[in-house]
């Protein structure tokens, strides 16, 4: 594919993705309750080009701190943020100091991530529109959003679990695609894969061909072969077992959680299938919602062993 794909082409092709998913939706990747509330989603061309402005949920965004509260739309036309107050701009901007603040204390004590580095994970880059502000880090004015802060540390959280960066990453419910960027701004060489469901895919593959142009290849059409030589895969669930290429860890970053276990189990078992050493998560163990996993010891089936587990927040 080109770098220059246009939003209309890409809703067109979104449409042809939502039908294959319909054709694949007895296969167990299927969660009624989170893929039909996306799909009762609509969007024009326009607010594609800027969607990250607009009130959508599931996304990496979160409505009560990067919307001020502001509830997404749950079917329908989306709709953009209205502007804040000054009130709520003061809000947001004090909400992302005190996340700097706990990053900053925490690279203080951790010496392999160089803060240059960092820099690159935590910059704002407005490819897709949303809210920022610009704050001084290490002598530089740098714009940052709430959600590239939240996120920053994730690709350097995978390497000191693992040791280091792998060579070929999957990331299984990768919101709108800011852990890819954040792991090919740290890593150019490594070759990822991005899969999700048929809206994320939408706005994750304008995302990514923004930044990377050629180099993304949007694997929705089942009769297409996925290219040996594809270097940022953008693939629907039910092609999971289609991956031309090793991949040696899978990230998951609060996605598990909302699904069903036999959606969970769905994804361990392709995971098995394709010989992924590790699955490298950052998710709630217990549910809050019916219907949500439980993904405590055996979630993902008897082949797969609790290595390493971290407490980041009980209450959370």
């Known amino acids: 594919m080109t770098d220059v794909i246009s ?116 910059r704002y880059d407005g490819v897709v529109g949303g809210g920022s502000v610009t704050v001084s880090l290490f002598g530089e004015a740098v714009p940052v959003s709430l959600h590239t802060v939240r996120v920053a540390l994730r690709v350097f959280r995978m390497r000191a679990m693992l040791g280091h960066i792998p060579r070929a990453i999957l990331e299984i419910g990768g919101g709108h695609g800011r852990f890819v960027r954040d792991v090919l701004m740290l890593a150019p060489g490594v070759r990822t894969v991005y899969c999700d469901l048929t809206f994320n895919l939408l706005l994750a593959a304008r995302y990514l061909t923004r930044l990377f142009g050629a180099d993304v290849h949007l694997a929705w059409d089942d009769d297409q072969p996925i290219p040996a030589s594809a270097k940022i895969v953008l693939l629907p669930p039910w092609r999971l077992r289609e991956i031309p290429f090793q991949v040696e860890v899978c990230c998951n970053f609060l996605s598990f959680h909302h699904m069903e276990n036999a959606n969970v189990r769905y994804y361990s078992d392709r995971l098995s299938a394709l010989d992924v050493a590790a699955i490298f998560h950052h998710n709630r163990l217990e549910p809050k919602a019916a219907r949500e996993s439980t993904l405590g010891d055996g979630a993902f089936g008897p082949e797969w062993r609790s290595v390493i587990r971290i407490a980041r927040s009980s209450s959370r």
């Open 7 to 122: 939003n209309e082409e890409l809703l067109e092709r979104y449409a042809r993705l939502c039908a294959a998913a319909d054709r694949h939706a007895g296969e167990g990747w299927r969660s009624a309750h989170e893929d039909g509330i996306k799909r009762g989603l609509s969007i024009t061309a326009d607010q594609l080009d800027r969607f990250a402005g607009m009130a959508i949920g599931g996304i990496g965004f979160e409505p009560i701190d990067d919307y001020q509260g502001i509830k997404p739309v749950l079917s329908g036309p989306v709709q953009p943020v209205p502007a804040f107050t000054q009130d709520q701009v003061r809000a947001y901007t004090d909400t992302v100091r005190r996340h700097l603040a706990v990053q900053r204390a925490l690279l203080r004590n951790e010496p392999s991530i160089r803060p240059e580095h960092w820099l690159k994970t935590v």
